[in-house]
């Protein structure tokens, strides 16, 4: 165990997979020499230059032709520089790599992952800077990830190679050069399970993605007002983790959701419906909170792009009205 | 000529097979046996089969909306064919696909496809993946002249051309995209032409005659199985009935139609056979014969067999 940064745990992720399995390789814009243009394939080129396939600007033909590959046996990852540009290849994410299996009765399978860089905080604006698991995570047949950490992104990357469905694997791009302990080696963390990232008794926030270590320090300053919170990162949309999500606020008897996205339909109004369905709903003793992005495109302007998501002391409001309506 | 006379026969057999198959699915469409829709290939038979003679059973295609003459030509088993078609658990696809979406891996066949140029980078992905294998495969992706217009035609032929990608784009130009005539909606006369945008030769056949499209697709095979890349090749054909079964066709003549009737693609490759001494009418009559059969074996396999199941209709969504 070492401590790495996201980054570095996700090219460790992809050398590991490249060397188990020949019918593992990448393709997208700018990966090979370049070395991505976040970096995750910085240096790799010289010995995995026949991994690392450079595509021209063609998001739908990308995408396309990793649908065909996956179709064949191979487990193509795709990489999309920036998340908004998946914009480019939806035909291909939604009406065939989601549907191909389904509609063929089961004959084909895509084992196929869509690695996508979301989120604000880097000055991009608006078509460069949203984050957009909901709208993906609505889709059947499609699998939607978003690993908070350096140990998460390996292990997760991993497992979502070896799936066999077409994994949708957002990696926030503010959490690349967070660090974390990563061990050296082989292991996966399963698609479908949330994790209980910090034991707490008043009160459950569920986070994803960007919002788990802001919700971890909120957590960490509410311990001043004597709140002491659980904090579960959802991991992933498609399979959700139900069963931790519900036993967590039967426990806590209070739910707080932040998200990244914007608010209008996002994955939090889903954890929501899906908390009041459940046995939960007879221990919450407040009204369930939704924290998330304002309904605007990501703005450009440092001050209103900050503005724009749930920050670490949004959080803290977010978590002390609750209790302060008491 | 080296094609054999067994391998002439198949051909002719093939294209008597698809073109019963839909006048038998036509028939059913009218008794409203089938559901939803189905955009039937009558008339460019030639096409589908000239090219996929050209193939290895192992060899992959991928087809379009108008699919049931490809997975024909391909291999594919007709009474599986119209039991999807009439929804039935002993479909190809379970009856979750239906007439646009049949798929028979067995055959190399990754899918007819609803989507306008869904099935061309899909077919460029299969291409890579036996050029990175090494694994001698060759893919044709059939795609109709409406398809030539989409963004991801232009995206994969570009990758094909820097990539060299072992297949054959091969596009069924029969002259309308819905109802709008190619001259309106294509800034080019030929389609052919634009592989000379991505360094692909552009090849144009006569989609009627089907040793003209097998010797041509066999020599673009050939080219890509030799490692020399992509070829671009238009079949200029037409179809004899309207673009899915609600159309009356009322953006072309009746004239226009008969004269291209008149070049049958069967009729004309029976002449063929017969002239050369292939043949006699009597061989040809009783393949006729014996696809008459295997069409009323497919259509009495289909009827009599399980409705899909509604309690398995969550299968499958996921792997």
């Known amino acids: 165990m070492s401590e790495k940064t996201y980054i570095d745990a996700l090219a460790e992720a992809l050398r590991e997979e490249f060397d188990r399995d020949e019918n593992v390789f990448m393709m997208g814009e700018d990966i090979g020499i370049y070395g991505g243009a976040f970096g995750v394939t910085k240096g790799m080129y010289p010995k995995y230059k026949d991994k690392l396939l450079d595509t021209p600007i063609s998001e739908a033909s990308i995408v396309g032709a990793g649908v065909g590959c996956a179709l064949v046996g191979m487990r193509p990852i795709v990489e999309i520089m920036f998340s908004d540009f998946m914009m480019d290849a939806m035909e291909w994410i939604v009406n065939q790599a989601a549907k191909l299996r389904y509609m063929t009765g089961g004959q084909l399978k895509v084992p196929m992952v869509i690695r996508a860089p979301m989120g604000c905080g880097t000055g991009a604006a608006a078509q460069h800077s949203q984050s957009l698991p909901a709208l993906f995570a609505h889709i059947p047949g499609l699998k939607v990830v978003m690993p908070a950490t350096p140990y998460d992104v390996k292990g997760m990357l991993k497992a979502a190679v070896r799936d066999d469905n077409p994994v949708i694997f957002f990696e ?62 959802i991991r992933s949309l498609v399979p959700m983790d139900v069963e931790t999500i519900v036993e967590s606020v039967s426990k806590t008897g209070k739910a707080i959701i932040v998200e990244d996205d914007n608010k209008n339909n996002g994955w939090g109004s889903e954890v929501v419906s899906k908390l009041i369905e459940s046995d939960a709903f007879d221990y919450l003793d407040e009204p369930i909170k939704r924290l998330a992005g304002k309904d605007i495109p990501i703005p450009y302007a440092p001050e209103l792009e900050r503005a724009a998501v749930p920050q670490i002391e949004d959080i803290i409001e977010g978590v002390k009205e609750i209790f302060d309506k008491r | 000529m080296e094609l054999s006379k067994e391998k002439m026969l198949w051909m002719y057999q093939k294209m008597v097979e698809i073109r019963k198959f839909e006048l038998k699915v036509d028939e059913l469409f009218k008794k409203n046996m089938i559901w939803g829709t189905c955009h039937l290939y009558i008339g460019e038979e030639a096409t589908a089969v000239g090219a996929c003679a050209a193939l290895n059973r192992d060899d992959y295609i991928t087809s379009t909306h108008r699919g049931h003459g490809h997975c024909i030509a391909k291999g594919a088993e007709m009474k599986r064919m119209m039991a999807e078609l009439l929804g039935r658990e002993t479909g190809y696809c379970k009856g979750r696909g239906g007439s646009m979406h049949i798929v028979d891996v067995s055959t190399g066949n990754l899918g007819a496809n609803g989507v306008v140029a869904g099935g061309i980078p899909i077919a460029t992905g299969a291409a890579l993946a036996s050029k990175r294998r090494g694994d001698g495969k060759v893919t044709i992706c059939f795609f109709g002249d409406g398809a030539g217009n989409e963004g991801a035609f232009h995206e994969s032929l570009n990758m094909a051309g820097i990539w060299k ?34 360094n692909i030769p552009g090849v144009i056949v006569d989609g009627n005659d089907v040793l003209a499209v097998y010797e041509t697709v066999k020599e673009a095979v050939g080219r890509a199985r030799r490692g020399e890349g992509a070829t671009l090749i238009e079949s200029k054909t037409y179809r004899w009935m309207g673009h899915s079964k609600s159309d009356p066709r009322a953006y072309r003549t009746r004239e226009e139609e008969q004269e291209w009737k008149e070049r049958d693609p069967i009729k004309l490759f029976a002449s063929q056979l017969m002239d050369r001494n292939i043949a006699t009418e009597d061989e040809l009559k009783k393949i006729d014969e014996q696809v008459d059969e295997e069409i009323e074996e497919a259509y009495e396999f289909a009827v009599n067999s399980p409705k899909a199941r509604v309690e398995d209709i969550t299968e499958y969504v996921y792997a």
């Open chain 1, 172 to 233: 926030h791009k503010l959490l690349y050069w967070t660090k974390g302990d990563v061990p050296e080696g082989d292991y996966t963390v399963p698609i479908g399970k949330a994790a209980v990232k910090r034991e707490g008794k008043d009160i459950t926030i569920i986070a994803g993605s960007i919002m788990v270590p802001r919700s971890m320090e909120a957590a960490e300053k509410l311990k001043e007002y004597g709140i002491d919170a659980e904090v579960i990162d």
């Open chain 2, 165 to 198: 990608l072992p297949i054959v784009y091969l596009c069924e130009n029969n002259l309308y995209g819905m109802s709008n005539p190619v001259k309106n909606s294509t800034a080019v006369e030929d389609i052919a032409v634009r592989g000379q945008a991505y």
